[in-house]
């Protein structure tokens, strides 16, 4: 079974900075209520599968919101503050971030957000490189300001090759009266890191793997509709169980288990890729930049990408992570002779093409900084 999403998509507003940050905008059709058909729990466990899977292959874009913030005052995050935590109670390295932010990249700062974290060694210690966070925050969603709908307090853990995160989040349709709450717990947070085809890094929310479960709750005027989705590094299925759908007059009815394949939303292929792009990016220990890249279709599952100012001899390319062509995985050389690093990264093609998101890990492999480096998370627009 494959499915599609977006109410959900707001929900993962809270792994925005867990998980991590940067949202789809509101509205398309999956918003509307769904028609009215024979069975109300059937068709309410199709709307959210369907909202599933078009919000996990929103990852890379949320995954980019948590560095972003930590480059406060960047480009990408302008109205975004970092404060050094003096207190005396304060472990080292704790630093807040606060303000609002264009969380879905249209030019308008929806989110606001008030961030806690402590790091293992000074952020900034580029020769150190990062050696991971942890932390809390509180993230809330308007539209225009107009509408509050959504409010989420979560925790996480930032690494090199694996991110964690817990918390509970709740999104709010003005439109429809549906109320969708995800909860994480804290003894059993979710887990993620950049799908590679592994056996312990399959892609199970399109360019990422995910393992742990998530307790999800819709209500609405048509009833209640609650469920666990548990995911596993190991597996491209979710699993969903114990779902149940409770009428407003009380009536329950169980939903069977199900094992769901939610690859990757949209009817894209790999041409789709080829075009010049601005990319914007941000990375911890903590710096920005951009540069622009002409990609090109190399054959039926891989593409190359050529940076403007480089050859064609400093030509890189990536390949399809699974079956959509929306997720694709590569790597680079990069630095001076005796201090070079390889970055690899995944990026995830945005359903209408117009640009991409990145998340990646840079790790030095001769030199004084050798076994060392950071993270890094972009946004790319075609120009």
Known sequence: ????????????????????????????????????????????????????????????????????????????APNVTSTFDTSPAAPPNTYSFGGTFDGNGNGHDETTIDVRTTFVNDPGDFFGGFDGAQGTAAVDISILGLMHIYHGNVAFELGMNEHHMSGSGTFSNPLTGVATTMNVSAADPLGIRLADGSANAKPNACAHSLDGPVQLSVAGPGGTLASQWRFAYG??????????????????????????????????????WNGRFRIRWACLPAENGEFATTIAVKNASTVTMIDDGDTAADAYDASLIGAS???????????????????????????????FSQTSRYVYFEGPQAGRGGICVARATRI
Not at 32 to 52: E, F, K, Y
Not at 237 to 248: D, H
Not at 326 to 338: N, Q, S, Y
């Open 1 to 76: 079974m494959t499915i599609v999403w977006t109410k959900s998509r707001w929900l993962f507003a809270s792994s925005a900075v867990l998980s991590l940050g940067s949202l789809e905008a509101c509205g398309g059709s999956d918003d509307s209520a769904p028609a009215v058909q024979a069975s109300p729990s059937a068709a309410a466990m199709t709307t959210l599968g369907t909202d599933m899977t078009r919000s996990l292959t929103r990852l890379g874009a949320l995954e980019s919101g948590t560095l972003l913030v930590m480059n406060a005052g960047s480009p990408l």
């Open 235 to 272: 597996s491209t299925m979710v699993a969903v169980t114990g779902a149940t759908f409770t009428t407003p007059a009380g009536e329950t009815t169980v939903l069977p288990d199900a094992s769901l394949d939610l690859g990757c939303a949209g009817n894209n292929n790999i041409d789709d």
């Open 325 to 355: 062509p929306r997720a694709i995985r590569g790597f680079f050389i990069d630095g001076d002779a005796g201090s070079r690093y390889r970055e690899d990264f995944n990026w995830t093609l945005n359903l209408d093409g117009s640009g």
